[in-house]
C-alpha cells in the first residue's frame, strides 16, 4: 500500500530589508563616516560649479542673439559697443572659471587622498584597523577606491558641461584660443583623467611623508609643478606643421599658432630673439601650428598620459605601503 508524502510547506515570502541594511558595512562604512563631510561639500560645490557654467553658456547665446537683432553684424551702434563689451566680460570670466577648475583636482587631492590617509598614518587609525581582519591593502585599496569612483562622476560632470558651453555649440571662446589658458584640459576625457591623477599624487605622498599637514603642502606643490609640465608638453603631443610665406595669412581662425618669426638665411628666428640687425622687413615669416583635427586625437593622447601616470602614482602608493608594513 502506498503511502503519500506530505506536501512540501510554500516558501515564506522573502523579507523585505530596510534601508537601513543595504548602507555600507564595515570599512566602506568608516570611510564613508570619515568622508561624509567632504563628500557632501563636493556633492554641493559640483551642482555649483554646472549651474554657474549652464548660467555662462545661456549668457553667451542671448548676447549672441542680441548682437545679430542689433544689426551689429552690418553696422554699429553705441548698443552693439554695449554688447561687445558684455562678450568680452564673460570670456574674461569663463577663463577665469577655467583656471579655477585646473586649481580644483588639487584641492580634492589633497582633501579625499592625503589628509585622510595622512590621518590615519599620523594618529595611528592604521594599527587599530589592521589588528580587526583588515590588512594593509584592503585598508589602502578602500581609501582609494570610492572616493576615485566620486571624483570620476564629478569630473565628468563638470568637463561635460564645460565642454558644452565651450565647444559644442556658439562657442564663447574661438577653438582658435585652445592654447589661451587651460580651457581644452577641462574637457572630456581629460578632466576626469586629471581629476584620478591629482587624488593618486596625493596618495602617493601621503604614504611617503605620513604627516598631514606636509603630504597636503606637497601634494599642492607637485600638482602646481605636473601642471607647468602639462601646459609646456602639451604642444608637442603631435607633430608641427609648418606654413614659410610672404606676410601672407594662410591658416584658418581655428588653427593654434605655437611659434611664428621670420626666416632669414635658411634660418627660421622666432620674433622674440629678432633684433635691429636681423628679421628684415619684406623676409619670409613662418608659422608652426596645430589645425583644427589636431584636436581631440591630442586631448586623447594626453587622456592616456594622464591615465598612465595616476596607474604609476597608485603602484608607488602600493609600494610604499608594503615598505611600511615591513
Known amino acids: 500500500m502506498s503511502t503519500l508524502a506530505p506536501a512540501a510547506p510554500a516558501p515564506a ?13 564595515g570599512l566602506g562604512w568608516l570611510i564613508w563616516r570619515q568622508n561624509r563631510l567632504a563628500l557632501a561639500v563636493l556633492a554641493l560645490g ?15 547665446d542671448d548676447l549672441d542673439t542680441r548682437f545679430k537683432a542689433l544689426g551689429c553684424t552690418t553696422g554699429f551702434s553705441p548698443s552693439c559697443a554695449t554688447v561687445i563689451q558684455q562678450q568680452e566680460a564673460l570670456q ?36 587599530m584597523l589592521w589588528t580587526q581582519s583588515v590588512s594593509p591593502s584592503r585598508w589602502l585599496t578602500h581609501r582609494l577606491v570610492w572616493p576615485a569612483l566620486v571624483l570620476t562622476l564629478v569630473g565628468t560632470a563638470i568637463s561635460l558641461t564645460a565642454g558644452w558651453g565651450w565647444d559644442w555649440s556658439n562657442p564663447p571662446l ?15 576625457p581629460v578632466y576626469p583623467a586629471l581629476m584620478l591623477t591629482a587624488f593618486a599624487l596625493g596618495a602617493a605622498v601621503c ?29 608637442y603631443l603631435m607633430p ?57 586625437p591630442m586631448e586623447y593622447i594626453e587622456t592616456g598620459v594622464l591615465v598612465v601616470l595616476a596607474a604609476a602614482l597608485t603602484g608607488l602608493a602600493y609600494w610604499a605601503l608594503r615598505r611600511l608594513t615591513r
Not at 577663463?95 to 590617509?117: E, K, W
Not at 611623508?209 to 601642471?227: E, K
Not at 593654434?256 to 634660418?267: F, L, P, Q
Open 207 to 235: 604614504l611617503l611623508v605620513r604627516r598631514t599637514i606636509p603630504a597636503v603642502v606637497a601634494t599642492l606643490g607637485l600638482y602646481g609643478g605636473l601642471m607647468a609640465a602639462v601646459q609646456l608638453l602639451y604642444p
Open 13 to 25: 515570502p522573502a523579507a523585505r530589508r530596510p534601508l537601513r541594511a543595504l548602507r555600507p558595512r
Open 240 to 296: 608641427l606643421r609648418t606654413v614659410v610665406h610672404h606676410g601672407g595669412d594662410d591658416l584658418l581662425p581655428t588653427d593654434w599658432i605655437v611659434s611664428d618669426g621670420a626666416v632669414e638665411a635658411g634660418r627660421m628666428i622666432p620674433y622674440s630673439q629678432c633684433g635691429p640687425s636681423n628679421c628684415a622687413a619684406g623676409n619670409l615669416t613662418f608659422e608652426k601650428f596645430h589645425p583644427m583635427t589636431d584636436f581631440w
Open 92 to 127: 574674461g570670466n569663463w577663463r577665469t572659471a577655467m583656471l579655477a577648475l585646473m586649481v580644483l583636482p588639487a584641492l580634492l587631492g589633497a582633501l579625499l587622498a592625503a589628509q585622510p590617509l595622512a590621518g590615519d598614518l599620523e594618529h595611528g587609525r592604521h594599527t
Open 46 to 60: 559640483t551642482v555649483v560649479v554646472v549651474a554657474f557654467l549652464l548660467r555662462e553658456r545661456f549668457t553667451v
Open 174 to 188: 574661438p577653438l582658435g584660443s585652445w592654447d589661451q589658458g587651460t580651457a581644452s584640459q577641462t574637457m572630456a
